[in-house]
């Protein structure tokens, strides 16, 4: 017996959907979350599409270079779409609200031509999300972003929630230029997990890891809130002779 899901109430049905929607983190060990139900149900036709894709978007996490890139590349397919008048067309600008990158690494000279990142793409959704979290081996998305044709941080950048992680802090790509400051002074809330770093642990009582000492502090003009993880007890040093 097939359900009668479109003989439900407008707002059981959008309900549904959106539960539906949302990623599933049942494997704790997977790299990002799996959207393969909600990529099936926005397949099923242009009404359930529109009502499923705003949940799709709301977060994205990207765990890989590859993924970035098909996702810059839908952001450039969309944009094609939009001058088209097709309903088919999103407004990621709109729909994305939260962004993560797990890895993703810089084009080099070598590297081969298919290899490219289209950043002004990428900033014109990063600059509008309500939070914004990279590794730091990801950072050149936002500082290339920042730099890119047509980019207006002063202007554009709107998003004041901002996580790091990584194995060490880098901050000289940000404060060596002027955008990278901008962004910076526009920072409410700022996460830090660092995970290892070689002087991170304090040579006083306090857990507070060392290299806070090395955050551009005063570039920070508007931050209100800082989260950043303490430090473990250092690894204990066995006895000579000890098995």
């Not at 972003?145 to 194995?167: E, H, I, N, Q, Y």
């Not at 002074?185 to 991170?200: A, P």
């Amino acid at each position: 017996m097939v359900f009668p899901f479109t003989l439900l109430p407008t707002e059981i049905s959008l309900e549904i959907i959106r539960v539906a929607s949302i990623p599933s983190c049942d494997d704790a060990t997977a790299p990002r979350p799996s959207y393969a139900t909600a990529v099936s149900m926005a397949s099923v036709s242009h009404t359930m599409r529109s009502a499923t894709m705003p949940h799709l978007l709301h977060s994205v996490v990207l765990a890989s270079s590859p993924q970035v890139l098909s996702f810059i590349d839908s952001i450039l397919l969309q944009k094609q779409l939009a001058t088209s008048a097709t309903p088919l067309a999103l407004d990621y600008t709109k729909l994305v609200r939260r962004f993560w990158s797990t890895e993703c690494w810089e084009p080099l000279m070598e590297d081969s031509p298919d290899y490219r990142i289209d950043y002004g793409a990428l900033y014109d959704i990063i600059c509008r999300v309500e939070s914004l979290g990279l590794n730091f081996r990801s950072l050149h998305l936002l500082y290339n972003g920042l730099a890119s044709p047509g980019a207006d941080p002063a202007r554009d950048w709107k998003c004041g929630r901002v996580t790091f992680a990584g194995l060490f802090p880098r901050w000289k790509p940000l404060t060596s230029s002027t955008e990278g400051m901008i962004f910076l002074s526009r920072i409410s809330h700022l996460t830090l997990w660092i995970s290892t770093y070689h002087n991170s642990w304090p040579t006083h009582e306090r857990r507070v890891p060392n290299w806070i000492g090395e955050m551009p502090l005063s570039s920070f003009r508007n931050l209100t809130h800082l989260a950043f993880s303490l430090v473990s007890d250092p690894p204990q040093k066995w006895p000579s002779g000890a098995d």
